[in-house]
């Protein structure tokens, strides 16, 4: 594992898994069969989501991605808890909700966080989204959060540029890390300089770009797979540590989870770094923050 230290003099891991939501292809029911078997559903994805998380665990993951919004920091406290390794050697994200920022009570939210998991603090405590005229009052709720020790460290999500400069204005606090949408086809080039430049860490969310077909079935990415004997996975998990940036990815599947941890024993050479960021086409998979209704994320 390489490290990456954030600017608070914190170590972290440069590889963080995040299972994300445990609810995919739900549909709502309004038949009592329906809801029923919505239930039975649920309970068999909870099943499997939690023993996901415990495999992560036992490949060796300690950086874990959350937000309040997935709903289930119960299941990550429970997964930490049960395997018996010490809680400091883990670094637990979780994310303030937009609900919370209209709603303007972070501290308590943050508190009934922490109350989910089972634990007394929060390593790494952010914001989801940067939601229009609140985030700043977010910020400064969470500035006194850290220092009340309840977080150790701060960072922000789905930031531009221009949101983290009105932090920095109306605060003085630099976030340790920005965690933003970037894969190969969406490779945030400038936002990456823009924060390295500033002392900010980038973790890249949707790292894998789902493994997306315009992507995966490209000849240059099936040739640097064959050329350094790795997935397509691997080379761009590696691709965004070796560009300082944190990958955030999301695997259910144990066989993959060990897969995407494989990859600290080969280094992609500079002129194959500059093939892979040649494939940018700015396209997102997921919301711009500032094109988006921030009420329904
Ligand atoms: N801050 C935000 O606004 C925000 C937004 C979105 C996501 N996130 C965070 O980022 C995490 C990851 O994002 P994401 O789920 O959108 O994208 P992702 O990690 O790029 O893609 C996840 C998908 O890739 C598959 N996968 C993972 N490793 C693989 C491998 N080695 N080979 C083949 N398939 C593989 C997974 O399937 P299997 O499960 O079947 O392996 C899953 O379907 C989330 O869980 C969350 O923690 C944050």
New binding site residues.
Partial sequence: MIYFSLNNGQQVPSLCF???MLTRGFKYQTSLLGKIKNKIKYKKQEFFYYNAICDAIDTGYRFI???AAYGREDLIGKAIKESSIERHKFILTT?VTNRTQYDGNIKDAVYRSIERFGTDYIDLLMF??PVTGKFVETWKQMIELRNEGVCKCLGV??CHQHHIDLLLFETGETPSIN?I?I?PLFNQKTLIEYSRQKGIICEA???????DERLIRLPLMKKLSLKYGK?I??LILRWHIQNGVIP??????AM?QK??MNIFDFEILNEDMQRIDSLNINSRL?YDPDNCDFTIL
């Fill in positions: 995040g299972p994300g991605d959350y937000s994310r989801h989204w999500s789905n965690q949408e894969h969310y949707t790292p894998l770009a789902r493994l997935t996975s691997q955030v990815f999301r695997s259910l599947n993959r897969e995407n997921r």
